[in-house]
């Protein structure tokens, strides 16, 4: 498995976790947990768009890597 299709399964991956993740947030009754859930979507959200930052960039640097 080449580099650039680690970084692109890491990445379909972890915009899975952030979907999981708001679907719990939103099927949670207990206010705490909404929150935990939903800080923990945000952080999920960050790492996401950094991995897509780097797909976009080894794309660009990489051509055998599309």
């Known amino acids: 498995m080449t580099v ?3 970084v692109k399964s ?3 991956s972890i915009k899975s976790v ?3 993740l708001e ?3 939103s ?3 207990e206010l705490e947990a ?3 859930l939903n800080q923990a979507k945000a952080i999920v959200s960050e790492v996401k768009n ?3 930052y780097q797909v976009i960039q ?3 640097e990489e051509p055998q890597y599309k």
């Open 4 to 6: 650039g299709s680690q």
């Open 10 to 12: 890491c990445y379909s």
């Open 18 to 20: 952030e979907a999981s």
């Open 23 to 25: 679907l719990l947030a």
């Open 27 to 29: 099927k949670t009754q």
């Open 34 to 36: 909404h929150e935990k």
């Open 50 to 52: 950094d991995l897509n």
């Open 58 to 60: 080894l794309t660009k």
